[in-house]
């Protein structure tokens, strides 16, 4: 099987679990654009490989699919943030850029895209990215474009990069505030309460949204 | 139930009479502290009335002015960031805007954050409202170095705009000379084309509604405001529901964060890009610089520390012990108890000569009011108690209160409060606001209770009532605890108060468990540090007691009515003998302690009752036990944890209703108890 068809299967079954769900009907329907001619022998194969198991009707990772699986799901969500909130792509061009990176970034590319972009945790469309080695703090050794709140500089003029919120009216109120990707940022304090001020508005948050915003120098 | 007082019944049917023949309405509109209170006072002068908009506990002020020779109606309604409500004071100003008619808009918008005020500017123009626009505190902008070019903003939007200092009622004569020609600003957004197309689909449904266009209710449909939908479900038909779903769905299936976000952000590009036209930035003022460092040292880890714990003594100096005591002391010994309850009752008996008529409404001559059970004069007469409880107990606690609530908010010092007390109060479940009715309960639990209207959620306000109720000592609790505690050793007193604090944490903290719902987000804006204005103080004040004096003075009429009745078919005798057999076989106290919670709890005299008479001769002659220590102990503990008397309980009823109060009865009379219980067993155990 082509490697390409081989990630875009096992990136499906990943992506597919996250929903609760695991039949192997659905696991096809959603598999990417690389996967031609899919079918169920193609998972035959696979489990083959030793990277899934089936039991009826219904598909699971293996230890090692899964090690793959969610590198690949890594590589697709940490390119999306790059390509629209650094690079400030249209959703199209987003999507089709990292249908093509999870396939081409190595191991090292992306652990520097995801330092660069202050070790997300989410997706643009708000889904988990699989952590990598680089995410866990000791291993900070490169310095940051892209940095979440709590590690910016105190009165350090910045700029907010984007906002991965855990609900989504957190990021519809920090808009009422005038609060949204792009807007100018300095960091006054980070006790009792983050306070931060965007143009001529003083805002106190509570560390637990600080932690969702993320911005870069200017 | 919503009996006015003389003077204030006279000034509302002035004030109402003025509106029905008032043709046309300004409502106010802007962002939290932005100064339109202030503005709104300038337009109208002295009479206003607060009230609550219907179904909720948000507060709306009325007032009239004339303009251009004819009488307006003038509404002032809570600080909003947009139409699409992100809060219950949020929805209330969309509401007023969305069901009034024929009205025009005065937006008042900080000069200095002209951004955010041109965001609803945006919003009014899409709605297709009327408007001035004021940018007011333009002195404050100007010292940070901010100028905006007022002619082109108005060339740009069509509109008039006005720069004022409201405080100084600069501007005001061009405001009024403006209102009368408000017209619809021209600030069009074009969204992205999927959004557009969703557009095109969804406003040709909508009803027009009197205050806002039909596209501006499409957005806010786009945007997934629920608080529409029962007006979507009043005015569709079902296939139209199903068409404006699906239209949506297709348009929020392009983006991956939320509609109501995408517009906001499409919205901002286009307000920024004026913005950027209008706005001039110089060098920052000296003066705006020392605001700016006290803003920041006030929510500093460190220096804000000191700060925060001189307000806090100031606030509980002048409600808790001025209020509370120096102030109810003068008014009810000297005013009520002294003269006016004698006068009354003098005059009951001059015009009422029968002596069957005399005796049941001011008991027998000749005997003090507190031992006999007269209607109108007596242990729970209307006048004696239920009238001077809430007119020289509770007003005095709850005016000084108010003055301070008004220069906390004014002063802009109240969100910075709520910053440096907001990681104590997570651990209740509560945000930093909820310091506010915690404080003030330490002077009257029953005025806290309604002040816990300034929790966001539902849930958080349960838990404030329920903490206040449970863990808070007013004023009455607090003079028995400290005399009592004055007697007994540190140790005990100790045992005291580590039991209450860890109660209040304990029962916030499983409360936040189990009560559902979400709490709320703690994204809070911090305004300007500024001098209050102390015209603006004392109408809000005013405006505030009045409030106060239509809704809660009822409930202590009714519950004086309520013991008295109690009190005649020998209720209370029966209470107090139902209690001893817990009081005395669970909380192992002397039989004087029954009658101690009861009168407490009914009539606020804790001190009076027997319990604390009877160990006063031991702390004097310091002859007190250990066992007696812990009898102390467990009966201040239980007292505490009581609800503080049958006005708060009255209150919590009308603020959070009837089933939730229950709920709290029915938690805290049992747990009271057995929190007492279990200190005794400990401190006999541990201690003894």
Known sequence: MQERKLEELLEAVFAEREQGRAEVDGVLAHAGAHAEDKSEADFVELESMGLVRRENGRVTLTEPGEKRARDVVRRHRLAERLLKDLLELGESTVESQACEFEHILSQEATDSVCTLLGHPPTCPHGEAIPPGPCCSATARTLRPLVTGLPHFELGVPGRIVFIAPKFHDRMDRLAALGVIPGSPLRLHQRSPSYVIEVGETTIALDPEIAGEVFVKRV | ?688
């Open chain 2, 1 to 688: 139930m919503t009996r006015n007082p003389p003077a204030a019944a006279a000034q509302s049917e002035r004030l109402d009479k003025e509106l029905r023949e008032a043709p046309r309405t300004v409502i106010l509109v802007g962002n939290p502290n932005v100064g339109k209170s202030v503005l709104f006072g300038a337009l109208t002068g002295k009479y206003v009335t607060v009230s609550n908009y219907p179904g909720t506990t948000v507060e709306v002020t009325r007032g009239s002015a004339v303009l251009d020779g004819s009488p307006w109606n003038v509404m002032d309604t809570p600080g909003t960031n947009g139409l699409t409500p992100m809060s219950e004071d949020e929805q209330v100003t969309r509401d007023i805007l969305l069901w009034e008619r024929d009205y025009a808009c005065l937006q008042v918008c900080d000069t200095k954050n002209l951004r955010r005020g041109l965001l609803i500017t945006a919003q009014l123009a899409e709605a297709g409202v009327p408007m001035v626009l004021a940018l007011n505190m333009a002195d404050e902008a100007a010292s940070r170095g901010f100028q905006v070019d007022a002619p082109r903003l108005a060339a740009v939007l069509g509109v008039e705009v006005v720069p004022t200092v409201a405080v100084e009622r600069k501007g005001l004569a061009q405001i009024q000379a403006a209102l009368p020609g408000a017209r619809p600003a021209k600030l069009s957004v074009r969204y992205d084309q999927a959004i557009e197309e969703a557009l095109a689909v969804v406003t040709p449904l909508m009803r027009e509604t009197g205050g806002l266009s039909t596209r501006s209710l499409a957005l806010m449909i786009l945007g997934g405001d629920d608080s529409l939908r029962a007006h979507l479900e009043a005015t569709l038909a079902p296939a139209e529901r199903e068409q404006v779903e699906e239209a949506r769905r297709r348009a929020a299936s392009r983006y991956p964060e939320s509609l109501r976000f995408v517009i906001s952000k499409q919205r901002l590009a286009v307000v920024d890009r004026l913005h950027d036209q209008v706005v001039v930035r110089g060098a920052r003022s000296a003066a705006s610089d020392l605001g700016r460092k006290l803003g920041s040292w006030s929510t500093h880890p460190i220096l804000g520390v000191p700060i925060l714990a001189g307000v806090l003594f100031a606030c509980y100096e002048f409600v808790g012990v001025f209020g509370a005591k120096v102030a109810v002391d003068f008014l009810e010994n000297q005013i009520f108890y002294d003269r006016l309850v004698p006068w009354f009752e003098a005059a009951v008996r001059f015009l009422v000569p029968w002596k069957a008529a005399q005796e049941f409404l001011a008991g027998p001559a000749g005997v003090p009011f507190r031992e006999h059970g007269g209607f109108l004069v007596g242990r729970y007469g209307l006048f004696s108690m239920g009238l001077s409880y809430g007119m020289a107990i509770v007003l005095p606690i709850v005016a000084t209160f108010f003055v301070t609530f008004s220069l906390l908010e004014d002063s802009g010092y109240l969100p910075r409060l709520a910053v440096m007390m907001n990681k104590l109060f997570k651990r209740m479940g509560l945000n930093g606001k909820a310091v506010l009715p915690m404080v003030l309960g330490l002077g009257c639990d029953t005025m806290a209770t309604m002040t816990a209207r300034i929790m966001e959620t539902r849930k958080e306000r349960v838990i404030v009532t329920l903490l206040l109720a449970l863990g808070v000592p007013c004023s009455a609790q607090l003079a028995v605890v400290f005399a009592m505690l004055a007697g007994v050793s540190a140790a005990a007193a100790a045992w005291f108060a580590a039991t209450i604090v860890m109660v209040l944490f304990l029962v916030g903290w499983l409360a936040a468990k189990v009560i559902p719902g979400r709490g709320s987000d703690f994204v809070l804006e911090l305004p300007p540090l500024r001098v209050p204005q102390l015209g603006n103080v004392a109408v809000k004040t005013l405006a505030r007691i009045e409030w106060y004096l239509r809704e809660a003075l009822p409930l202590f009429i009714a519950g004086t009515l309520l013991l008295y009745v109690l009190d005649r078919v020998g209720g209370i005798a029966w209470l107090e003998q139902a209690a001893a057999p817990v009081v005395v076989g669970v909380l192992d106290l002397p039989r004087q302690a029954a009658s101690a919670f009861i009168l407490g709890f009914l009539r606020r005299d804790y001190a009076a009752a027997g319990l604390f008479l009877h160990y006063e001769p031991f702390v004097k002659a310091g002859t007190m036990t250990r066992a007696m220590e812990v009898e102390v102990v467990v009966a201040l503990v239980t007292i505490t944890l009581f609800i503080p008397c049958i006005a708060n309980f009255f209150m919590i009823l009308k603020e959070r209703g009837w089933k939730t109060s229950l709920a709290i009865l029915g938690f805290i009379l049992p747990f009271s108890v057995g929190v007492g219980a279990t200190v005794n067993q400990l401190m006999r155990w541990l201690w003894l």
